[in-house]
């Protein structure tokens, strides 16, 4: 059973940053892959960005080049840092953990709200 418990969003103006945080407990860290969603109101659940254990990241096209996910394989912590904030970027994020071996499965922090003001 894995656990993961998202903070730091809030509200902040156009041009800000934020930094969320996924602390992941009951679970072997090296085993998932973690990333971040987020969901917009009337708009499906997508992908914001991943990361291996290795270190190898994506991002939706939307966020590259502002935000930056990272992740501490000693504290069982990923990192989103968001920078250059967009009213666009309002959302519910979602902190994800995706199961790499049998049998394959995805877990879910509770979520955290970011909200940009212009």
């Known amino acids: 059973q894995v656990q993961l418990v998202e903070s730091g969003g809030g509200l902040v103006q156009d041009g800000g940053s934020l930094r969320l945080s996924c602390a992941a407990s009951?679970?072997?860290?090296?085993?998932?892959?973690p990333g971040w969603y987020r969901q917009a109101p009337g708009k499906q659940r997508e992908l914001v960005a991943t990361?291996?254990?290795?270190?190898?990241?994506t991002y939706a096209d939307s966020v590259k080049g502002r935000f930056a996910i990272s992740r501490d394989n000693v504290t069982n912590t990923v990192y989103l840092q968001m920078n250059s904030l967009k009213s666009e970027d309002t959302a519910v994020y979602y902190c994800?953990?995706?199961?790499?071996?049998?049998?394959?499965?995805?877990?879910w922090g509770q979520g955290t709200q970011v909200t940009v003001s212009s």
């Open positions: 990361i291996t254990k290795a270190g190898d990241t």
């Open positions: 009951g679970t072997i860290f090296r085993l998932y892959r």
């Open positions: 994800n953990a995706h199961q790499i071996i049998l049998p394959y499965r995805d877990y």
